[in-house]
């Protein structure tokens, strides 16, 4: 069966320090990878996504961007977090644009 | 381009009441439609799907039907438990296009 590991759970990071959230999944080949982001109260914001190795779509200009140096493992990153910066970021891989399958999250406040 | 819209919330009903969540969609091409759980702190959770016209979804109590004449695809529950209370999302997919399209979410609160 296929799973999505994600972490850490929970970051607090100073203003200006640099980021790096980890996401990989088992059991699947070749799937497709999201990173969204999930403000207070809000709804889901895609962030990025990828359909295979080194190829990464950006769907909104920000602070971060997102690498995905091997097939089932994809990073977002950030050289100097904002405050804005802060939320819950999602992972989450599909395939054959069928459903997507959430990692468990990961809580990111920038202090 | 695709779009869902569903209801805004916030949803609170008590024990044992009906729920309804409404979710329509626009769409170019053959959507599979889908509804997602999320609890507090956690990812989300896929408690549904239907992947053509007339089709029923249903877990955990929860159904939803592909309702292509109404673009619809509303999610119902006959008797909430206090253990529903979460978010809903509606969402769609169509082949072809590598991202799944979200509403914005409902959040249902049950009370004892």
């Known amino acids: 069966s296929q799973t999505i590991h994600q972490w850490p759970a929970t970051l607090v990071q100073p203003v200006g320090s640099p980021l790096s959230l980890e996401c990989t999944v088992e059991?699947?080949?070749?799937?497709?990878l999201y990173w969204y982001r999930q403000a207070a109260g809000r709804g889901l914001q895609l962030l990025f996504y990828?359909?295979?190795?080194?190829?990464i779509s950006s769907e909104v200009p920000q602070n971060l961007s997102a690498s995905r140096p091997q097939d089932r493992q994809f990073i977002l990153s950030s050289k100097k977090l904002l405050l804005s910066d802060s939320g819950f970021y999602l992972c989450?891989?599909?395939?054959?644009?069928?459903?997507?399958?959430f990692g468990q999250g990961t809580r990111l406040t920038v202090v | 381009g695709n779009s869902v819209t569903q209801m805004e919330g916030p949803v609170t009903l008590s024990e044992e009441a009906f729920l309804t969540i409404n979710c329509t969609y626009t769409?170019?091409?053959?959507?599979?439609l889908f509804w997602y759980v999320q609890y507090p702190g956690e990812g989300l959770q896929l408690l549904l799907k239907?992947?053509?016209?007339?089709d029923k979804g249903s877990n955990k109590g929860f159904e939803a039907t592909y309702r292509k004449e109404t673009t619809s695809f509303h999610l119902e529950k006959g008797s909430v438990q206090v253990s529903d209370s979460a978010v809903y999302f509606c969402?769609?997919?169509?082949?072809?296009?590598?991202?799944?399209?979200f509403g914005t979410g409902t959040r249902l609160t049950i009370i004892p």
């Open positions: 989450a891989w599909s395939r054959l644009n069928t459903e997507a399958f």
């Open positions: 059991g699947t080949s070749n799937p497709n």
């Open positions: 990828s359909v295979g190795i080194g190829q």
């Open positions: 769409a170019t091409g053959y959507p599979s």
């Open positions: 239907a992947t053509k016209a007339d």
């Open positions: 969402a769609l997919g169509v082949t072809g296009n590598e991202k799944l399209t």
